[in-house]
């Protein structure tokens, strides 16, 4: 047996920590080599954090990371390790250093940028054209970053045909979005049986912001077999042991590369840096069994993400508690229960705000939501408050019946209680909007937009209701009225949100969806079944809503397309439905 | 005489409105027939407007667009036309068309795109690489867009080394902050210098969002001297009679261009493209003028910017009339003079809304303010909802001091207050806060933050102070003693600003200029002659307040970099002054 083990460090590291995120990767490079790990990996811009955004523009923090770097040297006695870090000449780059026995041996500069979706690489990196393979004479080891491993082509083409790979392994930020982690599995099995070599990647774990990354860190044979899987959304230390013979011996049964040649010899240049230790032993007991994790799916999937994102939010901003405005209906119940899962019933307190129009059965059901959920629930009426802000308000307003200005009142009102006790006791106060609310603007700006993380911005209503089934089906701890009372934001007499939208939310979800998500015209949406003035009206409620969405928190990010980074519109915009007539 | 007469369509058009800034080109062209103009040149992107964001992603868009375009064909009969627009063909480009005598003869594509800063081209375009020449037989024509002539080599040098253009004209979409139009100017004398060609470029006037357009396009001789200039932040038609003649004399004196080649001659190719009708005549009686306007400098260069941009903003989004709340200090004070400079003194209504710390000074201020603004005042003492809050409250906050908690409630009844006669009444509310305020986050989220438009976001507390003495000097609306108390948000009793701050103004804003605009670290501030522990808590409050930024108004961009899409930060991370060390 010719035996490398590999070691993927799945991290939850911070965004500009480096001294914390020092600490977190010289922990794990302990806990490796008394498992006598021969390659241990961490992800792209692990000592960083991802994505660092403009602080890269900051050449003092780019100073301090290549500080970091150097002290993580000496470290690295016995033991082989590619950490993500900035690199700098005249520029920068997204780079992975290999460290060896106490030497930096060599670096890989990304080669793919990627500057869509949430990403924007070409605003701080240059691309790198060096793709080096790294050697100790017997395996011969190619390095890629993210992206560069999402083309079939490219830098992996080169390590493989110019460079003789045997091993790829890949250096990972890929954010979650649902179903996201089996799409990116299936595509790396892929990568690996098209050019018959080995494909490692190690992803980030945790929340960073919006986004929130899944781990799933892998490792997958040469003929495109998944041999080991780490945690989904947890930190995780994955070990496995390669057979170098079994893979040399899969070329020689499949000599030919499986696609026909795209790299030009120039694109890339592929020198060979040596490595002062072996990388593969003969004589390691290879009792190590490769571990594949376990990993959710469907409602499960997501809601893992969302408990993870809240928690790494709250935690990471140096919070202990969070406040939530619980209405009776299923958003807040669905974000207390998310709340509670990640941070425990202590550090969650529900605040109940009644008016005039609150129901008698959104305080039982608020009040029942909390004592299933073992939270606090503190009642602060607001009725008192809307008269006297009317009062003061009545020399000025015209005497129309009351409209959209009250109601709006009433949802300020409860927002400026929850951030009062914000400042008074530092609780962080989780909005409760869906994504269907904050498409169509069916929120109020300072009300219930308030808040420091909008846990369900990404979350289209429909969904709400599929993951608080799911959750309940584990331990039934929101009312069961919660699901089947109309929703109403109870601003005014008999309200009902399904009269103030332009469709039920069964409609309303998908035609966001093709628009929002997919791109699809007002013609292509018409044509999936839907009324055409219903498509309209949902269309130039969007457009004109961004204006909401523009000063609301920061939302966690589950779809392809959330709110935030990943769309990004102008709010003087006179793009209406109008100009694309079906 | 050989003449060839240019005409820049310096216009103000809006994102997404395809029909509106059509007819705005069509108008062009109508004007600029009359004045027997033979080349007429539009902005960047002029028919979408710019930047159009993710709408670019949008197929049907893209679609409209290339439609649009279509509609313009028939009506450029007797001229030349370079319009701005999306082209398409797997890919988007950043485009110019050249329409002439009813023929679309051929399109020119971005080479250069810009990726820092407010811009993000690379997330929706692919780069140019054929830069065509553009031939009546006599005169030689090279297009260039924006970026592509920032650069000192490039398109234009192959259109000038091996396009021969004698021309070389521009479009762009160039954001404005202070000073910059100065600049531009000087690098496009040099660069028809460098080259011995006449440069002439067209810019958009007017606000988008944060961006504000300063106008001021412009045409070079061939050695570089200002021929010709439009107004500055306003729509314009400049005209200029050009003679060739003149140029290739020009050539024949400095037969060497005054740069060594750089391009290679594969980097891009440079076809012959013929026009259909002569862009040089002889008989032309040329009796026009080549105008220079007027371009203002210092304060009133930026007092115009934000006009310009509060204008647009509102006017653009649809609204007539803005509330603003009116404390008696300085910042609402430039805010309000802002307003009705841009909008007219019966569309601005201020708002009084004193507290018990509120002084009698602050009263007189207020509303001395209103009658030399010759605008509405309304007054809504805040007195009684705040003493309604405290005891809705008293029941779950501690017996602590009043602090935070209950100057921040004053501050968003405020808010509220504003934000119900916006419901009401459909004016948009402008918020005051300043530069440093947004800085360090002395601010109120959803209180002093709450409105529409920030529109002093981007000017330092000194500016204010600076902008609003120079607008005084033309006519003294401020009153005086508005310059003279040290600013206080009047929040509790004896409240003053610079007790709340870690520095007085004048230290703060050259701290803040220094890290925020120009990514200095903690070790080079404070050899500019800071305190370090002053320099560290800026830094420190300036990472702390990135959420209260993010959840704020979009703000006009004055400076080089200003708080928007200018800067990008994460609101988690753990990067801090004492990571940085002097």
């Known amino acids: 047996m010719a035996v490398l083990r590999i070691g993927l460090a799945q991290v939850d590291v911070t965004v500009g920590d480096l001294e914390g995120n020092l600490r977190v990767i010289a922990d794990c490079l302990e806990s490796a080599r008394a498992e006598e790990v021969d390659l241990l990996v961490f992800p792209e811009l692990a000592l960083t954090g991802y994505p660092p955004e403009d602080l890269l523009l900051n050449p003092s923090f780019i100073d301090a990371n290549l500080k970091a770097l150097q002290k993580l040297i000496p470290q690295t006695k016995g033991i082989t390790l590619v950490v993500g870090f900035v690199d700098r000449d005249r520029d920068l780059y997204n780079a992975a250093a290999v460290l060896s026995d106490g030497k930096w041996v060599g670096t890989y500069h990304k080669a793919k940028l990627p500057n869509y979706g949430v990403f924007d690489e070409y605003r701080y990196f240059r691309p790198g054209q060096k793709v080096p393979i790294f050697t100790d004479g017997r395996v011969r080891l190619g390095i890629t970053i993210c992206e560069d491993l999402w083309h079939p082509t490219g830098p992996i083409e080169a390590e493989v045909r110019q460079g003789g790979a045997d091993v790829v392994i890949n250096l990972m930020a890929s954010p979650y979005h649902r179903t996201k982690g089996a799409e990116r599995e299936a595509m790396f099995a892929t990568r690996a049986l098209d050019y018959g070599v080995i494909v490692a990647f190690c992803n980030h774990a945790g929340g960073q912001d919006e986004l929130i990354f899944d781990g799933r860190s892998s490792i997958f044979t040469a003929n495109g077999e998944l041999l080991a899987r780490a945690k989904s959304f947890e930190e995780d230390l994955l ?15 499949q000599p030919r590369l499986r696609l026909a040649p795209t790299t030009t010899e120039e694109e890339y240049s592929v020198p060979e840096i040596p490595l002062p230790r072996p990388l593969v032993s003969e004589q390691k007991s290879s009792g190590l069994k490769p571990r594949i994790a376990f990993s959710p799916q469907g409602p499960e999937e997501i809601y893992r993400a969302l408990v993870v994102g ?26 207390a229960t998310i709340a509670v899962d990640a941070l425990g019933p202590k550090d969650v307190i529900g605040v109940f705000m009644p008016s005039r129009f609150s129901s008698e059965a959104s305080r039982k059901d608020a009040h029942k939501l909390a004592k299933n959920l073992k939270i606090r629930l503190l009642e602060i009426p607001i009725d008192e408050i ?54 169509v603007g069916y929120a109020t700006l300072y009300g219930d937009t308030a808040g420091g993380l909008a846990v369900l911005k990404d979350v289209p209503k429909t969904l709400v209701y599929e993951l608080a089934r799911w959750r309940n089906s584990k331990n039934p701890v929101i009312p069961k009225r919660v699901f089947t009372r109309p929703p109403t934001a109870e601003l005014r007499p008999c309200q009902r949100d399904e009269d103030d939208l332009p469709a039920p939310y069964s409609a309303l979800d998908p035609i966001l969806q093709a628009y929002v998500e997919q791109d699809r015209s007002l013609r292509e949406i018409v044509q999936q079944g839907f009324p055409a003035d219903v498509v309209r009206r949902v269309i130039d409620l969007v457009h004109q809503n961004e204006y909401k969405r523009r000063q609301s928190p920061v939302g966690l990010k589950i779809t392809p397309r959330a709110f935030g980074k990943d769309r990004r519109f102008p709010i003087t915009l006179r793009w209406r439905s109008k100009s694309d007539e079906p």
């Open 386 to 439: 809307f008269d006297v802000f009317l009062k003061a308000l009545a020399p000025f307003l015209d005497k129309k019946a009351p409209g959209k200005t009250e109601e709006n009142l009433q949802a300020r009102i409860r927002g400026t209680l929850l951030m009062a006790l914000s400042n008074r006791f530092n609780w962080l106060v989780l909005a409760t909007g869906n994504k269907s609310e904050f498409a």
């Open 310 to 335: 809240t928690r790494d939010y709250v935690q990471k901003n140096g919070f202990e508690r969070v406040a939530i405005g619980l209405s009776g209906g299923i958003d807040s119940a669905l974000v």
């Open 239 to 253: 070990m496995a042991d390669v057979d170098l013979i079994e893979v040399l011996r899969h070329r020689l049964r």
